[in-house]
């Protein structure tokens, strides 16, 4: 796939924040969990849950002026891409942030990518080998790949990979995960944006 067709087919198959949030809002709203495997019951729950964070952190979240600053200096188009899920923890921890950063542009379009409705596209941004979420991809508007990031800021990265050699197991993890999340309220989140926009303002 080439440079041209990429960018076609994300404008194609992607979707604004707003129709992401507003979906994963009526599925919550219409499921019917009795006609549910355990697997499906379990991923509703997560949407749930997910949904009370994104509210939270749009509701609460104020950019800082170092990010407003480095955003106001993208002067050409730059579109940026999420390949996600509704049930995925790390993109609600991180996704309303990047969406109310990117309301400081116009310059900046955000275009929301499903992961298994795109799975030749996530295959092209494999973290270790694997189709781990979200992931956010800037280009320029020439379709040139600007910035890759994912799946989580790179501080929690680290206490991922500390919190694994301790021996803990996944649900210990990301219970930990989560709580750190909510008391770090998007500082390291910004921390890495602000190094992805230092790098790519054109």
């Known amino acids: 796939m080439n440079k041209k067709e990429l960018i076609d087919k994300i404008r194609k198959n992607g979707i604004s924040f707003e129709q992401f949030n507003k979906q994963a809002d009526a599925y919550v709203l219409n499921a019917d969990d009795s006609l549910m495997d355990n697997e499906e019951k ?3 729950n997560f949407t749930k849950l997910n949904q009370r964070r994104t509210y939270r952190i749009l509701k609460t979240y104020k950019v800082s ?3 407003k600053e ?3 200096k993208v002067n050409e188009p730059q ?4 390949l996600t899920e509704d049930w995925c923890g790390d993109s609600a921890q991180n996704l309303p942030y990047l969406y109310k950063i990117s309301q400081l542009n116009d310059n900046i379009e955000l275009i929301i ?3 298994e409705d795109n799975i030749d596209i996530m295959d092209m941004y494999l ?3 694997g189709r781990a979420i979200p ?3 800037g280009f320029d508007n020439d379709g040139n ?3 890759k990031w994912g799946p989580r800021p790179e501080e929690a990265k680290k206490l991922v990979a500390h919190w694994k050699a301790e021996g803990d197991s996944k649900e210990q993890f990301l219970e930990k995960l989560h709580l750190w999340y909510g008391r770090n309220k998007g500082k390291a989140f910004e921390k890495d944006i602000l190094r992805l926009l230092n790098h790519s303002v054109i």
């Not at 579109?79 to 999420?82: F, N, T």
Request: hydrophobic fraction near 60%; proline fraction near 0%; charge should be positive.
């Open 113 to 115: 990518l499903y992961r």
């Open 79 to 82: 579109l940026w891409i999420v």
């Open 70 to 72: 480095a955003v106001s």
């Open 145 to 147: 790949e600007l910035f």
């Open 135 to 137: 992931v956010i991809v």
């Open 127 to 129: 973290t270790n080998g």
């Open 65 to 67: 002026e170092k990010i």
């Open 42 to 44: 379990r991923l509703l």
